[in-house]
């Protein structure tokens, strides 16, 4: 059973910063992708930065340049350091975990969330 657990949420003050830590633990197939989303009340959970096994990146527009995303370690680890925070920032951050059973099949999992309130 594959378990992803995230760390790190919490309050802070506009212009601030947080690191959120994910790890999945229990999988006997390999991660290969690893990624952060958040969902605002309201909105839409969108996805705020991923990261490959192999190290490609991707960071979304509303964040690049404030966030960036660690390589995922051997043991399937990855922060999410996030500098420069805005009111806007404020959600649910999750973390996902991903790869193919079979070389083709997709799997993923989620974590729990965790929350990020950032004050004006």
């Known amino acids: 059973q594959v378990q992803v657990v995230e760390s790190g949420g919490g309050l802070v003050q506009a212009g601030g910063s947080l690191r959120l830590s994910c790890a999945a633990v229990?999988?006997?197939?390999?991660?290969?992708?690893m990624g952060w989303y958040r969902q605002a009340p309201g909105k839409q959970r969108e996805l705020v930065a991923v990261?490959?096994?192999?190290?490609?990146?991707y960071v979304a527009d509303s964040v690049k340049g404030r966030f960036f995303i660690s390589n995922m370690s051997a043991k399937n680890t990855v922060w999410l350091q996030m500098n420069s925070l805005k009111p806007e920032d404020t959600a649910v951050y999750y973390c996902?975990?991903?790869?193919?059973?079979?070389?083709?099949?997709?799997?993923?999992?989620w974590g729990q969330g965790t929350q990020v309130t950032v004050s004006s």
């Open positions: 990261i490959t096994s192999g190290g490609s990146t």
């Open positions: 996902n975990a991903g790869g193919y059973s079979d070389g083709v099949t997709p799997f993923d999992y």
């Open positions: 229990g999988s006997i197939l390999p991660i290969n992708t």
